[in-house]
């Protein structure tokens, strides 16, 4: 039988067709790119629905209006023409593994317009890194009335809404002097990072609006900021002490956080608790829980778990031999050490992109591939102005090293740096990072339209 990873020595190039253009995604192809790409080995295709790769853990401080999404998205089709590969928009809609053959779904412009048709696309090795999506747990109308923050385009919904509703309770009282204030009540749905971060943002948010757009806002009573978890504490998936941490902040910035409480239904303007207590909301946004996409449900042959994650092998691969792979948090694969899954996190992500683009290249080469292995480097979470905490981990310490103040926060914005150091190189991440600093010098430290 001929070794199909072997096929660019007798045919055509080995096409590796990578889905998604996340944390994994982009690594993977810009990494491919620049090895097996350049010395045409193999061709590298990137394929999103999305015509910009933005890093989904600043999707909070884009909700909060504290940094311009359009300064930090990557644009897919330049990037693939720096670093060796190709892009191609659009949706997935199909695999046939025995012909090794994808359908990407038609692409539209903004009026419903066809810009790309509906087509089919061969691969050798196929990549799927389509990230995740909310995880509702059947909760009557919260998909409906809830808002999440999976796209920069939900995360700008978010944003444009609350700063509607702050004006126009400030434009009521000026227009009624005397009225009772009622606050804009904003409850963010699950305490794990991304609720705990929005929480603690929003409030220095609604400081950055006083000063530059309504002088009359009050952000201590004109906001309510509410936090509910189902579980006795937050960030329960992390060590007690950042928990106890991220606790200490959110009550210092007066968001109210609610333990143990468990949502029952969502409507329009109000969240209904499982105790029978009804919360007005004028705004709920849902960060409680990730599952894989509906489109793994509906591709056919594909092992999945209840989450809908594709189970894959010690080497990433959804069976041995397929050439189908899966990573990033569309892919539930077995920690080193126990039964427990990598966990959804970016270092995860990362790690695996890192791991596959040698593999791969091994693989291309007829050499031994050794099987994954997940190293857990730490956690970090921000709390916007009011700084940052986590915990490092290294083989080199028994324990985890729980850090601060300016340092965790140093430490925070070294991931993102990285993640871009890591995509375009020293001297573009040089650039890149400069053009940042000057728009925060000549624009409001809060976007105001």
């Not at 928009?89 to 990407?104: P, Y």
């Not at 926060?409 to 573009?428: E, N, P």
Request: aromatic share 6%; proline share 4%; glycine share 10%.
């Amino acid at each position: 039988m001929l070794n199909i990873y072997a096929r660019h020595q007798v045919d055509s190039p080995h096409r590796i067709v990578i889905v998604g253009g996340g944390a994994a995604g982009l690594e993977l192809a810009t990494r491919l790119g620049n090895g097996v790409g350049k010395r045409r080995q193999a061709e590298v295709i990137l394929i999103d629905r999305f015509p910009t790769h933005f890093w989904k853990p600043l999707l909070h401080e884009v909700a909060s209006g504290q940094i311009d999404a359009s300064s930090h998205q990557i644009e897919y089709a330049s990037h693939a023409k720096w670093n060796h590969f190709r892009f191609e928009q659009g949706a997935l809609s199909s695999i046939d593994s025995g012909s090794r053959e994808i359908v990407i779904d038609e692409t539209t412009d903004v009026d419903g317009r066809a810009l790309l048709p509906r087509r089919t696309l061969r691969f050798d090795t196929l990549v799927l890194a389509l990230g995740s999506v909310t995880n509702f747990f059947s909760i009557p109308g919260a998909e409906q009335h809830a808002l999440t923050l999976e796209t920069v385009e939900q995360a700008e919904t978010f944003r444009r809404r609350l700063l509607s509703s702050l004006l126009r309770s400030g434009q009521a009282r000026q227009a009624t002097p005397g009225a009772v204030k009622t606050p804009v009540s904003v409850t963010v749905i699950g305490g794990g990072a991304t609720g705990v971060e929005l929480a603690a943002a929003l409030r220095g948010s609604a400081e950055m609006v006083r000063d530059y757009h309504l002088a009359s806002l009050d952000p201590a009573s004109d906001i309510r900021i509410r936090l509910l978890e189902g579980a006795p504490r937050v960030l329960p998936a992390l060590p007690e002490r950042i928990s106890t941490r991220a606790q200490e902040v959110l009550a210092g910035l007066g968001v109210e956080v609610r333990l143990g409480c468990r949502v029952q239904s969502v409507d329009a303007h109000a969240v209904s608790t499982a105790d029978g207590e009804t919360l007005a909301s004028d705004i709920t946004i849902w960060a409680a829980g990730v599952e894989g996409p509906p489109v793994l449900r509906a591709l056919e042959g594909l092992p999945l778990n209840r989450l809908g994650q594709v189970i894959v092998d010690g080497a990433l691969q959804v069976e041995f031999g397929s050439g189908i792979y899966a990573m990033g948090d569309c892919a539930a694969c077995a920690a080193s050490k126990g039964d427990a899954l990598v966990p959804p996190r970016a270092q995860a992500a990362y790690q695996q992109a890192v791991y596959l683009a040698d593999a791969l290249a091994r693989r291309l080469d007829d050499r031994p591939v050794p099987l994954f292995s997940y190293r857990d480097q730490g956690t970090l979470i921000s709390f916007g102005r009011a700084g940052a905490a986590g915990a490092l981990m290294s083989e080199l310490l028994r324990r985890p090293l729980f850090i601060d103040g300016w340092f965790a926060a140093s430490c925070y914005r070294h991931l993102y740096r990285r993640h871009i150091l890591g995509l375009t190189g020293i001297k573009r991440a040089v650039m890149y990072a400069a053009s940042q600093w000057l728009r925060e010098r000549v624009r409001p430290t809060v976007k105001l339209n």
